[in-house]
């Protein structure tokens, strides 16, 4: 199984952005899947989390009403609306996928490469 995150940028504060990952090798609605991200000197954080079975959703506070995830399965693609965005969320985003995970924790069997995102003015 292989994941491709894309849609990073630099994007000015309270600009948006969506992130997607395509999911490769595998049934996108086998796994459960996560984003994570980490900024410079930081350690690495679950952001969101969407349930492969019932698609529940799950956020870090620090993104809650800010943040959406879905995931399109035909597509085999999550995407992570970003909106509002702040300087703090400057980071590499990652996704992930897991079979039983504790949503923004993990454990994950997959990761793709990052994307970054900035947020600057």
């Known amino acids: 199984v292989q994941l491709q995150a894309s849609g990073g940028g630099l994007v000015q504060p309270g600009g948006s952005l969506r992130l997607s990952c395509v999911v490769s090798g595998g049934t996108l609605d086998y796994y459960n899947i996560g984003w994570f991200r980490q900024a410079p000197e930081k350690e690495r954080e679950g952001v969101s989390a969407i349930n492969r079975v019932d698609s529940s959703t799950y956020y870090a506070e620090s993104v809650k009403g800010r943040f959406t995830i879905s995931r399109d399965n035909p597509k085999n693609t999550v995407y992570l609306q970003m909106t509002n965005l702040k300087p703090e969320d400057t980071a590499v985003y990652y996704c992930?996928?897991?079979?039983?995970?504790?949503?923004?924790?993990?454990?994950?069997?997959?990761w793709g490469p990052g994307t970054q995102v900035t947020v600057s003015s």
């Open positions: 992930a996928a897991g079979g039983i995970v504790i949503p923004l924790q993990g454990p994950y069997d997959y």
